[in-house]
Nanobody, 123 residues
Framework: QVQPVESGGGSVQAGGSLRLSCTAP????????MEWYRQAAGKQREWLSSISPDGSTNYAQSVKGRFTISEDKAEDTVYLQMRSLKPEDTAMYSC?????????????????WGQGTQVTVSS
């Protein structure tokens, strides 16, 4: 199974930026999709963004225009560039592999979570 590992979290002041990384060996060669989620303390997990094997992207309305998902297939890494951060963006951010049969994804892409990386935005 393709197993992602997140990094890049930290503490930042409101208005600042962070770039999160999700590295998953096999991500490119097995043609996986990838999704970013976050979960704030006491709240439900929230889907943020996704990228498909063909490079197409989608965003939740709450982050559209502030967050950008991208990939480096040579590095088997998906990034989440976050700008204009707000205190309400404080959460544990996680990535999950996604199998996309229409794009020829391997079964090895299915639903693997990373351990998460904490983002804290202070006002």
């Amino acid at each position: 199974q393709v197993q992602p590992v997140e990094s890049g979290g930290g503490s930042v002041q409101a208005g600042g930026s962070l770039r999160l990384s999700c590295t998953a060996p096999g991500f490119a060669s097995y043609r996986c999709g990838m999704e970013w989620y976050r979960q704030a303390a006491g709240k439900q997990r929230e889907w943020l963004s996704s990228i498909s094997p063909d490079g197409s992207t989608n965003y939740a309305q709450s982050v559209k225009g502030r967050f950008t998902i991208s990939e480096d297939k040579a590095e088997d890494t998906v990034y989440l560039q976050m700008r204009s951060l707000k205190p309400e963006d404080t959460a544990m951010y996680s990535c999950q592999t996604r199998r996309e049969p229409l794009h020829g994804s391997s079964f090895l892409c299915k639903n693997a979570w990373g351990q998460g990386t904490q983002v804290t935005v202070s006002s």
